[in-house]
């Protein structure tokens, strides 16, 4: 099966988008020398409560982790996903940690 998120670089901005007919869904976030920057998620109405803002925490965390980045959680989402799984508290910026 295809991994149905895709990431789109642009200097040091980027974002991961989950393509899917009823909208795309997407996490936004920029480099900041080893720091991933997460700023927004967006998930369209029609597809809400199916855990796709999740996946795309998940794969930004995983890529992070893979490329030694740490993760800044701007967006608050993003912050309360990674404060409920402990697996990915690893990633977080020691100087966002409270």
Known sequence: MTDPITEIRNGDRGR???ADPAGDSELT???SG????IDHT???PAQRGRGTAGRLVERAVADARTRG???VPVCPYVKIK???TPAWRD???PAWRG
């Open 82 to 84: 990674i404060d409920r």
């Open 42 to 44: 967006f998930t369209p």
């Open 29 to 31: 976030y920029r480099l």
């Open 91 to 93: 990633v977080l910026d």
């Open 16 to 18: 991961y988008v989950f």
């Open 34 to 37: 080893e720091r991933m920057v």
């Open 69 to 71: 980045w740490s993760v």
